[in-house]
């Protein structure tokens, strides 16, 4: 019966109710990320002053209220968002890609090498748009040292690219330590241990135009993708009989794996577990085909990260490092994730 | 069409030869069976002759399209039998196409050629042995090939799926494919294989008509043990049966 | 609660005078700030600073840097860039290898320039200390971040240098200052105290100084109330501070490439007192920073509460600090010296700077 009606459904169709759920869940923990911090600012003037840029409202609200959630709340969502999209995609398209559900977006050196590049700019205290550049260049450098590490005669094996990422995230992790060791303890060390925590407290419009467009510009590419990362996932030579070219295609995953990490790194600092634990409750919910996982990811993502940067800005009057959060809120995550999947006997749903 | 000429494969420079200067063809439509013991290399033979990995020599040629059916398939992610069926499309689509409705059409097609139609929903670890062996077929033929290389399709199988999976390859060739696979039962050979390969050794193999090739005398020679072919009648069709005669030596 | 913790600085130092009586003519028999004995037989001539902001301290109870054998690389950087670089040049030329990550000491290096005493920190584990006392070298530690524990600094300088008559000066000098603005100050509304903010970080993030902090402390004397929450140094974000509305807010001396330009340009900020009625001030760079307990506090102080409380308090700080570099330093700093430590390129267009900039300058 099913098989019947299924031909008319197509991919990203199939079961749209748990798209709209998923698309308004994210919408609405974006706005009550809106509505929270320490300023107080009452949910009738968020919802005014979101409108305001559109549609003539009656104003209702203080320019400090105005200032307050276009200016410092909306930028940090939306980067949060940004962030947790990008890192969840790339985990996802990662692990489709390497054929293990047990990788994220630092298996690849990409995370570290990026985190070298940040802290590297910080320690030469060159400036805000050094340390993005630098990230991302760093963490692009470190991929592809991974990847001839693990090239042997023009082939690449996903278990050797996942030890050598693991070679060149022990190598940027030492180098790391050594800044972090030569750095000023009353200058750079401070701003370096911040950044290397993650956070989104000194977001911008700037930022968010960086991740915004990095997403846009490999994350569409990586979705589209999908249908090649299902093949993929069944291994080179069952994906070489099928017709695709195995090398080519998981070299542009990663490339673009690379270029959405490097970009959340380089605004964002290193936040770890979201590009690991995001996907597995993509597939809990949908099933493990990455034509669903990789979109779902992405909201599931986006949503999961303003949740915690949210509370990482507002339980307490102080800020709580957001690598912290993500690690405190993760780790026992993937442990029951595990723990789920396994008892389902296979990862899946 | 299958034309092999002088193959020969190690795996490095230095390395022994796994097999070297074998040939063999197959017409349009006809089913070869390739025959060795364990690790005499028949999965090599048949990833070099279709490109999964190089041959350092001889060549090959296929006149249409081949599929290639694997032992088995070990996946993390556990796709419905459906979706691992359309894959079978994936050498038509473009870097960031997903499978159209017509190629999911095709996919049911080839499914209801096997007869899997009712497992479409289910998922691969959900299956038997047998029944992932039908979807991996029917996976093949989605991709409307001309030729079929199947590696041991009918190991680790009951005598019914057995029995199915033969009957497919069986309708598979009178449809117009081109069938080649390799067996540990030479019976399977007998059944449905106008010719035969024998491997004796890394330069050395027969390769010719099932009743020249499939004699008493070449089965021991390849086991190492007595192999009796004997004769049988059914539905008035003549057979016949190969016995291994398990505690002898050749 | 400020004048029992004089009473503690007072019985500190009494304490400190006592052990020293006791001990025999010409050895020198001090407790440290971990209540270690430290025993010489005569003033230190060659002394290791390892703690940052001992270096320059040290500069200042001795009168010059003959005596200071190595220091830490970070303090070296400090004493070079600020006043104190152009006061003593041969600065330059003291070896500062000496010490690797967190304080952990080179040995080998310390050997190399054979000191008759190093001064180390107390409050950081016993890791850093050990190796020293191994090597067979004397060890003074030092705590850090309140009055008690800086005039206990320049209590056990003194003793170790011989230079008990300038430290009690300074010493005095510090007290002094403290009742002087104390009872100036006593009958400030709390009202009319502005709502103080200091940023310890604000380019990377945004910290600032809470409740048990030196600055804190001095927030509080000069005549000002912190707004801040919570305990030590807080991270916060900037709603916070937008709620906290501070009405002066003070930079750090740390950061590099800082200056009250980056809150004023900043649109968040558009609306907080301070940045309207522009009252945000980089804390100034003299023998060192200003911000943390230095030898230089009373400065500070003075500084901090003629722009919290003008009218209130009296000083002439370019004549106070022309007078006390004098007698600190041996040193009289020129008009561009007093301008690059005050940062009045930063700060002369900030409300109630003007009262700093020279009067015969002014007045052209």
Redesign the interface.
């Known amino acids: 019966m099913?098989?019947q009606i299924?031909?008319?459904l197509?991919?990203l169709r199939v079961r749209g109710g748990v798209w709209w759920l998923l698309g308004a869940f994210l919408v609405a923990v974006m706005l009550v990320s809106l509505s929270t911090?320490?300023?107080?600012v009452p949910v009738n003037h968020v919802v005014g002053i979101l409108v305001s840029s559109w549609w003539p409202v009656e104003v209702t609200w203080t320019?400090?209220e105005a200032?307050?959630v276009e200016?410092?709340?909306l930028p940090r969502v939306l980067i949060a968002a940004l962030v947790g999209a990008s890192l969840a995609l790339a985990g996802a398209a990662l692990q489709?890609a390497l054929?293990?559900?047990l990788v994220g977006p630092q298996i690849v050196g990409v995370s570290s090498g990026a985190a070298l590049g940040g802290v590297l700019a910080?320690f030469l205290?060159l400036?805000t748009a050094a340390v993005i550049g630098s990230a991302f260049v760093f963490g692009a450098l470190a991929m592809l040292i991974a990847y001839s590490m693990a090239r042997v005669s023009g082939n690449s094996s996903p278990l050797t690219l996942v030890l050598a990422g693991i070679v060149v995230s022990a190598f940027c992790s030492a180098l790391v330590s050594l800044l972090?060791?030569l750095a000023?303890?009353?200058?750079?060390l401070?701003?370096i241990v911040?950044?290397l925590m993650g956070?989104f407290?000194?977001a911008s419009f700037d930022k968010v135009w960086v991740v915004g467009s990095v997403l846009l510009l490999a994350g569409l590419?990586l979705v589209?993708?999908?249908?090649?990362i299902?093949?993929l996932?069944?291994?080179d030579?069952?994906?070489?009989?099928?017709?695709?070219p195995v090398e080519r295609?998981r070299w542009?995953v990663l490339a673009l794996c690379t270029a959405l990490v490097a970009a959340s790194v380089s605004v964002s600092g290193v936040v770890d577990w979201v590009g690991l634990v995001i996907p597995h409750f993509a597939?809990l919910l949908l099933?493990?085909?990455?034509?669903k996982v990789l979109p779902a990811s992405m909201l599931m993502g986006a949503a999961y990260m303003v949740i915690i940067d949210t509370l990482a800005?507002s339980l307490?009057?102080?800020?709580i490092?957001l690598g912290v959060l993500t690690a405190i809120v993760g780790a026992p995550i993937f442990a029951w994730l595990l723990r789920q999947s396994s008892r389902r006997?296979?990862?899946?749903d | 069409m299958i034309e092999v000429t002088d193959l020969g494969y190690r795996h490095h420079a230095r390395s022994p030869w796994v097999f070297k200067h074998h040939s063999l063809s197959l017409k349009k439509g006809e089913v070869g069976a390739i025959i060795g013991p364990n690790g005499r290399g028949k999965t090599t033979l048949l990833k070099a002759l279709l490109g999964l990995i190089k041959p350092q020599q001889g060549s090959v040629t296929f006149a249409g399209l081949p599929a290639y059916v694997p032992q088995g398939t070990d996946t993390s992610f556990p796709y419905r039998v459906r979706d691992l069926v359309v894959m079978g499309r994936a050498r038509t689509l473009g870097l960031f196409a997903s499978p159209s409705r017509q190629d999911y059409r095709l996919a049911d097609e080839a499914m209801a050629r096997v007869g899997i139609e009712a497992l479409a929903n289910r998922r691969l670890t959900e299956l038997s042995g047998g029944q992932r062996q039908l979807v991996l077929i029917a996976r093949a033929l989605a991709s409307q090939c001309d030729i079929l290389v199947l590696d041991e399709p009918t190991s680790a199988l009951d005598y019914h799926n057995q029995n199915r999976v033969m009957a497919v390859l069986e309708q598979a060739r009178n449809d117009g494919v081109t069938v080649l696979f390799t067996t540990h039962s030479p019976q399977h050979a007998l059944a449905i294989a106008d010719s035969v390969l024998l491997m004796f050794g890394p330069d050395e193999y027969r390769f010719g008509p099932c009743d020249e090739v499939l004699t008493d005398q070449q089965l021991a020679r390849l086991y190492n043990i007595d192999i009796r072919t004997l004769p049988f009648e059914h539905n008035g069709q003549a057979h016949r049966a190969v016995v291994p005669v398990f505690g002898s030596m050749a | 609660m400020r004048m029992s913790l004089y009473t503690a600085a007072l019985a500190a130092t009494s304490l400190a005078l006592c052990t020293s009586a006791l001990a025999e003519q010409g050895a020198i028999d001090v407790l440290d700030q971990n209540g270690r004995r430290v025993l010489l037989d005569e003033p230190a001539q060659r002394v290791a600073t390892i703690p940052m902001p001992a270096a320059s301290m040290f500069t200042s109870v001795a009168g010059g840097v003959d005596r200071l054998a190595a220091m830490h690389p970070a303090s070296k950087t400090a004493l070079e860039d600020g006043i104190l670089g152009e006061f003593y040049p041969d600065a330059a030329m003291i070896p500062s290898d000496i010490v690797g990550n967190g304080f952990m000491p080179n040995i080998e290096s310390l050997l190399t320039v054979n000191p008759d005493l190093v001064l180390q920190w107390a409050h950081r584990g016993s890791d850093i200390i050990e190796p020293l006392e191994q090597a067979g070298l004397s060890v003074a530690t030092l705590n850090y971040g309140t009055e008690e524990y800086a005039q206990g600094w320049i209590q056990l300088l003194g003793d170790v240098l011989g230079e008990e008559e300038k430290s009690q000066r300074m010493i005095q000098w510090r007290d002094q200052t403290l009742a002087d603005i104390g009872s100036q100050l006593a009958d400030v509304p709390e009202a009319e105290k502005p709502r103080t903010l200091y940023f310890l970080r604000f380019l990377s993030e945004y910290r600032v100084a809470g409740e048990g902090t030196y600055n804190d402390f001095y927030i509080d004397l000069a005549g000002g109330s912190n707004p801040a929450e919570g305990n030590n140094w807080l991270t916060i974000d900037a709603e916070q501070i937008l709620n906290w509305d501070p009405e002066v807010i003070l930079l750090n001396g740390f950061e590099a490439g800082l200056s009250p330009q980056d809150v004023y340009d900043n649109p968040l900020f558009a609306d907080v007192s301070a940045v309207v009625n522009r009252r945000v001030y980089h804390v100034p760079l003299g023998g060192y920073r200003w911000d943390p307990p230095n030898q230089e506090s009373p400065l500070m102080w003075m500084w901090l509460s003629s722009l919290l409380q003008p009218g209130q308090v009296d000083y002439d700080l370019r004549q106070e600090m022309r007078d006390a570099y004098q007698w600190i330093y041996g040193q009289t700093p020129s008009e561009r010296q007093l301008n690059e430590i005050l940062r009045i390129e930063h700060n002369q267009n900030a409300a109630g700077y003007e009262q700093f900039l020279n009067p015969a300058l002014a007045s052209q």
């Open positions: 099913t098989s299924a031909p008319a197509m991919p911090g320490n300023y107080q320019p400090v200032r307050v200016l410092i709340r489709g054929r293990n559900p910080l205290a400036g972090t060791y000023n303890p009353e200058d750079s401070p701003t911040y950044w956070s407290a000194t590419p589209l993708m999908r249908f090649r299902n093949v996932s069944l291994g030579e069952e994906a070489q009989s099928l017709g695709i295609t542009a597939r099933g493990p085909d990455h034509r800005r307490t009057s102080a800020e490092p006997g296979a990862l899946h």
